[in-house]
């Protein structure tokens, strides 16, 4: 059994102008693409193939550099295509916003909150919204590193996360890295988000 890119369920121009074409097809066949080969590669006799990529991640401290870097790069994307899928709420409602508010005081906290992670970040790497027992957090994680793995400083459920890896945004921002995360915060698509947090 070996791991596979997943289609995106929507076109490359979907994004647009927030996200151009020629960089969602990029990341999505040669980064993605990549990790998804690479893991696979990776696991090729290593007694690990049968698992899924969660029971993976739980130990990817435990396991060789390419495994948890390209198991972890193959989780990342499949939950940050989800997010951005066109269409759903442009805002938060319902059981998740209650949650919210409940952890951070308002939707524009977590914002802020949210922002600064993924601004600060320092090289490559995400931020993240997660379940940590039951509550909502802010965190950033390096490389490909993510929340659901033994290493991870702030562990918990992902439900929203972000790439900012320069190869997610140069083509259109270069070193505006701010500017990417501020239109990426408006094309969540907040019922995956609500998705993922109800688990
Ligand atoms: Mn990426």
Do not use: C
């Not at 647009?16 to 020629?22: H, K, Q, W």
């Not at 994307?77 to 997010?83: D, P, R």
């Not at 938060?92 to 977590?110: Q, Y």
Request: net charge negative; aromatic share 12%.
């Amino acid at each position: 059994m070996s791991f596979e890119l997943p289609e995106l369920g929507y076109a490359y121009t979907a994004l647009e102008p927030l996200i151009d074409a020629r960089t969602m097809e990029i990341h999505h066949t040669k980064h993605h693409g990549g990790y998804t080969a690479n893991l696979n590669a990776a696991l090729q006799g290593s007694g690990h193939e049968g698992k899924t990529i969660e029971e993976i991640l739980k130990i990817a401290g435990t396991l060789p550099a390419a495994v948890r870097n390209n198991g972890g790069g193959y989780y990342n994307h499949n939950l940050y295509w989800e997010i951005l899928t066109p269409g759903g709420s442009k805002e938060p409602r319902g059981v998740l916003l209650d949650a919210i508010r409940e952890s951070f005081g308002s939707l524009t906290a977590l914002k802020d909150a949210f922002v600064k992670a993924a601004i600060t970040r320092f090289g490559s790497g995400w931020a993240w919204l997660l379940l940590d027992n039951n509550k909502l957090v802010v965190s950033s994680t390096p490389n490909q590193d993510n929340p659901l793995m033994d290493v991870a400083e702030v562990k918990g459920r992902p439900v929203l996360g972000i790439d900012v890896w320069e190869h997610a945004y140069y083509l259109n921002y270069q070193n505006r890295r701010p500017d990417y995360v501020e239109a990426f915060w408006n094309l969540i698509n907040w019922d995956e988000v609500t998705r993922r947090f109800k688990g």
